[in-house]
């Protein structure tokens, strides 16, 4: 460096300033007591459970799904046989939205970029042999979720198994979709009722299921950097929150099982730092805001899947040194349950390769790597603990933002409808995904064999390889359920659940009863457009 030049200061990938060293002056204002604790207590800071990873490893939990139930169950059945030991669903965009696959918009999508379900024949044939009291189960969908989950308890209690004995997660973040993933198929208000629904539904009859997965995932592949990704995520839980309280449900009652979904990006101390953060955070706000007396309630617990917007076409090997990263980031932030993201996944629905790449870098980060040897092998560093600090101070400057758009006894659930009626949240994952693009555009982020260190030659990869007549195949068998069923039992059952909505009860008992008339999703999300109209974006951009 020229002299009298002086060094510009490092920041990480959110822009949060890094300082060359740290020393314990960075720690002067924290209390060990009260911001870090043991691990398993209070502000459960450096980890959810006392013994972590010497107790239980996290649930190896690669999502799939493509196609109809079939060719997904067969995966799934390929991952159960390479290590997983949890299984995570991925929906196509019709079912997403709430629509048949002979809908006109459905055309060409059908299992594209997801497995198709259109009734609770395909549920059951999703399922197909698999011990549903055994084998935790994920179900990634949001506005239709009560259809979802109604179909999935119906199988199960065709097949005998109690409800009690149900281990798994539905998404179920209705409000996230309007700023993330923009697969709603309802308003705000009308989306967010259903969520309680199941929140209150399953809180009294599903009593191990985890209602909500509280999404800050599809926030960051949004473009949304890790203070908005965790701000976002907490205001959104902070509103669900309020509104189960507002329903009657005692906070202890059901925020044992609320869960939550973050991405993991490059930047590999501040994706811990922002694990560790929301812990803390999540931890207080239920216990001094909404009161919450068992530690189960102020326990957050999360599904970590590394980020497929990092993952790139130029040179797409180096995608399994990207997902390595993440993964180990993941890991030593503490999460309950990992997803590795495909190497191939810039191009595709990820190969059976791709998948057996992404598992194998879960086993050898479990048994190879020594980072499972002991709790929280992070706890101390002036660096990580500074970097938390700073990471929870930006993040309240959002949520007290966005509460600040509300009013009355539940201002969270107010002024996150309001963020969202005003294109807010999205405004702001918007300058944060342009100004990140800037960077990699003029060099100042450097992303190999993107903008710096391109290879010459192109890797060769044995693409997954869809078969577009599966989608004729779903239309045909969703017209034989049709052609199968009783028309008066399915127009009774949709009529219970138009009058079930018009009269603002739980909606799920008239969905369970709706799918076990064989009514599809698309009849049932029909139904309640009916009664809540449909949404369209208002494009805020």
Request: with cysteine; glycine share 8%.
């Amino acid at each position: 460096m020229a002299e009298g030049m002086k060094e510009q200061p490092k920041r990480s990938l959110s822009g949060l300033k890094v300082k060359p060293v740290y020393t314990p002056d960075d720690l002067a204002n924290t209390d060990f007591t009260r911001d870090l604790g043991q691990p398993g207590e209070f502000p459960f800071t450096r980890g959810p459970y006392s013994n972590m990873y010497l107790g239980r490893l996290w649930t190896r939990r690669q999502i799939a799904g493509f196609g109809t139930a079939q060719a997904t169950n067969e995966r799934y059945r390929f991952l159960l046989d390479h290590g997983q030991n949890g299984i995570s669903t991925d929906f196509d965009h019709p079912t997403l939205t709430g629509y048949d696959s002979d809908h006109e918009l459905a055309e060409g999508e059908v299992g594209r970029l997801g497995v198709a379900i259109d009734s609770v024949r395909d549920m059951d044939d999703l399922f197909l042999d698999i011990p549903l009291d055994q084998v935790s189960v994920s179900l990634t969908i949001n506005h239709p979720a009560i259809v979802l989950l109604g179909m999935f308890l119906s199988v199960a209690e065709k097949r005998s198994v109690d409800w009690g004995t149900l281990r798994g997660t539905v998404q179920n973040d209705s409000l996230k979709e309007f700023h993330g993933q923009k697969t709603f198929a309802l308003g705000p208000s009308a989306s967010l009722k259903l969520t309680t629904d199941i929140v209150e539904f399953c809180t009294n009859h599903v009593p191990n299921w985890y209602t909500i997965s509280i999404s800050g995932y599809h926030i960051r592949e949004s473009g949304s950097d890790a203070v908005q990704e965790l701000a976002f995520t907490i205001a959104q839980g902070m509103a669900y929150v309020e509104s189960a309280l507002e329903r009657g449900l005692p906070v202890d009652s059901f925020a044992p099982r609320l869960s939550f979904f973050f991405g993991c990006h490059n930047d590999v101390f501040e994706e811990v730092a922002k694990y560790r953060a929301a812990r803390r955070m999540w931890a207080r706000i239920m216990k001094d805001r909404y009161k919450a007396s068992k530690p189960e309630s102020m326990r957050l617990r999360f599904h970590t899947q590394t980020l497929g917007s990092t993952l790139m076409r130029q040179d797409p090997q180096n995608n399994i040194a990207r997902g390595t990263l993440q993964a180990l980031a993941a890991v030593l932030g503490g999460t309950q349950s990992l997803h590795v993201s495909g190497y191939d996944e810039a191009f595709d629905i990820p190969s059976e390769e791709a998948m057996r790449m992404s598992l194998a870098t879960q086993l050898i980060l479990s048994h190879e790597s020594g980072v499972t040897n002991t709790v929280d092998p992070l706890a101390g560093s002036y660096f990580v603990e500074s970097m938390t600090n700073d990471i929870e101070e930006a993040a309240w400057e959002y949520i007290n933002k966005i509460e600040a758009m509300g009013s009355g006894a539940y201002p969270m659930k107010s002024g996150i409808l309001s963020a969202i009626d005003t294109g807010y949240i999205e405004l702001e994952i918007a300058r944060s995904a342009y100004e990140y693009q800037l960077r990699v555009e003029n060099g100042d982020q450097v992303v190999v064999g993107l903008n710096r260190y391109q290879s010459e030659g192109a890797q060769k990869l044995e693409l997954f390889q869809f078969d577009p007549e599966e989608e004729e195949w779903q239309k045909d068998r969703l017209a034989e359920t049709r052609g199968g069923r009783s028309s008066a039992e399915v127009k009774s059952a949709l009529s219970d659940l138009k009058q079930a909505a018009r009269d603002d009860k739980n909606l799920m008992p008239p969905v369970l009863e709706a799918v076990g008339a064989l009514a599809t999703e698309g009849e049932i999300l029909d139904t309640m457009r009916d009664v809540y109209g449909e949404y369209v974006d208002p494009g805020v951009f």
